[in-house]
């Protein structure tokens, strides 16, 4: 089977996949080289009627609402065509920063429009990837070749446009999602022609079971790991060792950061733990108590054998080996798998209390699947006349919004009050975390106080605008 790589993009709404929108995407083939196949796809989307912008997400991809909605395809049609590239056999999805931000968006809006939310991740040999981590290792452990640009405060930078500009790569309209395509693409080929073993391996790596042989529990072999939570003191790496798999997500391992003392874990009692780790403010927390941290093995963590970190590198990355030996031989030596799973094994998710936010309150029963083809074919005509009922009901949730974005004509008076009672809950009240129409207005006059930017200034009028559009809309819906 041929494999390829598309390259992706979106600029969104705002930051929550579960509420927000993308506006725009942009997606680039190329094979395993790094060679452009195919034509480049730009998509808008337009935005719901019952979605709020965020003003600052709004400053960051300049694009206004009237554009997304003027050039851009419904939700449901634009979702689609997106699915259908990245479900082609071979396909792996990658991006820049991709699996936090836009794989999420991509699968709530698959969701949300009555596709399966997971398959283009692995069906017909799929994968997926991102090369942020890679940058974070190249520059921990194979930094030849390339510039690396730093913070005013001195930490290093990882920010794409910081990337580029160091490197003399073209990205000049940084925050268009089709420039930012090209510009990954660029910086991806970067490291494959200075470090190519480095990103072979970690190309090869995105697969779950390569990541496997590097992070398991049989052996308990230490390992080295770079991620954004870990500290810019250490260039974002560190030496970890499993601990115990996840007693609720098999996808996900238990693993400690050996610079950090364990005796904390094996000392407190698993409530004392448990109340740290999960039901404590930040601030409330003991500083005294450290928190594993949870590994998803099929994210295509960056991580490597431990003996790739020689003496120089350990020094260059302030790790101190001895006190990492140290510190495992105390986790060997106490065997705390049984008192992890106790404290995992009772944090259950959540309910909540939108359906457009329950992706991960379990998978779509297979008994659903043809009633999510037959919603995704339906007509206007098909919604008023038919029932489609799902044995699971966060689907009937999203089957009522989706009607009420895409097919309002299909609903019956009492439907249509409903449905203008649900606009008033996110529109007027804000709830489960949204903000109002008014707290909004409220804050983009904030923003136009303190911004000069002529172009920062008509952005913020031209959404000023747009919640007048929607606040029209909302109110005909009363009538």
């Not at 794409?160 to 790569?169: F, K, P, S, V």
Request: proline share 5%; charged share 25%.
């Amino acid at each position: 089977m041929n494999q390829s790589l598309f390259w992706h993009d979106y600029e969104t709404s705002g930051i929550n996949p579960s509420f927000d929108q993308p506006l725009q995407f942009a997606g680039i083939r190329t094979n395993e080289n790094l060679d452009i196949i195919g034509d480049p796809i730009v998509l808008f989307c337009k935005p719901h009627l019952d979605i709020i912008p965020s003003p600052q997400a709004c400053l960051v991809t300049g694009i206004s609402l009237q554009q997304a909605y003027s050039e851009g395809l419904k939700e449901p049609d634009f979702i689609s065509t997106i699915h259908a590239e990245m479900i082609k056999p071979g396909t792996c999805s990658v991006g820049y920063n991709s699996i936090k931000f836009d794989d999420e968006f991509t699968r709530f809006t698959l969701y949300r429009n009555f596709f399966d939310p997971y398959e283009r991740e692995w069906k017909n040999g799929n994968t997926r990837w991102d090369i942020l981590d890679m940058m974070r290792l190249a520059r921990a452990l194979r930094p030849e070749g390339i510039e690396w640009p730093n913070h005013v405060d001195g930490k290093p930078s990882f920010k794409l446009e910081d990337l580029t500009r160091a490197n003399g790569i073209d990205h000049s309209d940084a925050h268009d999602a089709l420039s930012d395509v090209y510009a990954t693409i660029s910086i991806a080929k970067l490291i494959k022609s200075k470090q190519p073993k480095l990103f072979d391996y970690l190309y090869n790596n995105r697969k779950k079971h390569e990541v496997e042989k590097i992070i398991n529990t049989n052996d308990k072999r230490p390992f080295f790991y770079v991620s954004g939570i870990l500290s810019s003191d250490n260039m974002y790496g560190s030496v970890m060792l499993p601990l115990a798999k996840h007693p609720e997500n098999k996808n996900a391992m238990i693993c400690w950061n050996l610079m950090k003392d364990p005796s904390c874990l094996i000392n407190n009692s698993v409530e004392t733990l448990q109340e740290n780790f999960f039901n404590l403010h930040v601030s409330e927390r003991s500083s005294d108590i450290f928190t594993p941290l949870i590994i998803s093995l099929n994210k295509a963590p960056a991580v490597t054998p431990i003996n790739l970190i020689t003496p120089e590198i350990a020094q260059k990355l302030a790790l101190d080996m001895e006190i990492c030996r140290f510190n495992m031989e105390k986790l060997i030596q106490s065997d705390i798998s049984e008192k992890l799973r106790q404290i995992y094994q009772s944090q259950t998710a959540q309910s909540t209390k939108s359906a457009e936010s329950a992706l991960y309150s379990g998978f779509i029963p297979k008994e659903d699947i043809k009633t999510l083809e037959s919603v995704r074919s339906a007509s206007m005509e098909d919604f008023s006349n038919n029932s489609y009922i799902f044995n699971d009901n966060r689907m009937n949730e999203l089957l009522f919004l989706y009607r009420g974005r895409n097919y309002p004509e299909s609903f019956s008076q009492d439907e249509r009050k409903i449905w203008t009672e649900i606009c008033r809950d996110r529109l007027v009240n804000g709830i489960d975390g949204r903000k109002s129409i008014n707290k909004t207005r409220d804050e983009i006059t904030c923003l136009k106080r303190s911004l000069k930017s002529e172009k920062a200034i008509t952005i913020l009028n031209q959404l000023m605008e747009w919640l007048s559009v929607i606040e029209r809309d909302f109110h005909t819906n009363l009538e």
